[in-house]
T-cell receptor, first 114, second 115 residues
Framework: GAGVSQSPSNKVTEKGKDVELRCDPI?????LYWYRQRLGQGLEFLIY????????KSGLPSDRFSAERTGESVSTLTIQRTQQEDSAVYLC????????????FGPGTRLTVT | AQKVTQAQTEISVVEKEDVTLDCVYE???????LFWYKQPPSGELVFLIR??????QNEISGRYSWNFQKSTSSFNFTITASQVVDSAVYFC????????????FGTGTSLTVIP
């Protein structure tokens, strides 16, 4: 079956512009996560969606970052007024339900802010 | 404090050698889950294993084996007869579903298998 997909795969933007990253989770997965991975670093948790519950936004690094999810499907991560330190790979993952279950990751979106 | 510690930043082994990747975790919950993921040079994280806190039985899957020891809060991963295709960054992770929504990832161990 189809895995987690993300688009675009690469995004180059100028400092100060807004960007929108998209994630399509595995069908039937109610939990969805966004992470940031800087070059050579580990995974930094950003936000978690579970069904229709309020999202856990505790990992968002600033108010320039926001995310939405439509029901139990597509999610978009928006970064406003991008800064060079936002350059990273943004990973999306989904799991069948809570954190008791493994996550399946998408290929990521590589964001470069010039 | 780090909930998951992978003390080995980088490891190099010669092909066919065995290698163990260490993972030490910290939790006060009695119900928790541990995971290992592989991130090859292509970049996409691949799920390897999930283990719950009530099951300390070691697991073997082909050349991979996992040793879960609650007494030492460790969940180590051994690759037997390593191959070049095993070269990747390996991440250990912890989740505590009763108390939070996060997966806590270690900083990863970069494994290079030299032919």
């Amino acid at each position: 079956g189809a895995g987690v997909s993300q688009s675009p795969s690469n995004k180059v933007t100028e400092k100060g512009k807004d960007v929108e990253l998209r994630c399509d989770p595995i069908s039937g997965h109610t939990a969805l996560y966004w992470y940031r991975q800087r070059l050579g670093q580990g995974l930094e948790f950003l936000i978690y969606f579970q069904g229709n519950s309020a999202p856990d936004k505790s990992g968002l690094p600033s108010d320039r970052f926001s995310a939405e999810r439509t029901g139990e499907s597509v999610s978009t991560l928006t970064i406003q007024r991008t800064q060079q330190e936002d350059s990273a790979v943004y990973l999306c993952a989904s799991s069948i339900t809570s954190t008791a279950y493994e996550q399946y990751f998408g290929p990521g979106t590589r964001l470069t802010v010039t | 404090a780090q909930k998951v510690t992978q003390a080995q930043t980088e490891i190099s082994v010669v092909e066919k050698e065995d290698v163990t990747l260490d993972c030490v975790y910290e939790t006060r919950d009695t119900t928790y889950y541990l995971f290992w993921y592989k991130q090859p040079p292509s970049g996409e994280l691949v799920f390897l294993i999930r283990r719950n806190s009530f099951d300390e039985q070691n697991e073997i899957s082909g050349r991979y084996s996992w040793n879960f020891q609650k007494s030492t809060s460790s969940f180590n991963f051994t690759i037997t007869a390593s191959q070049v295709v095993d070269s990747a960054v390996y991440f250990c992770a912890l989740s505590e579903p009763n108390t939070g929504n996060q997966f806590y990832f270690g900083t990863g161990t970069s494994l290079t298998v030299i032919p």
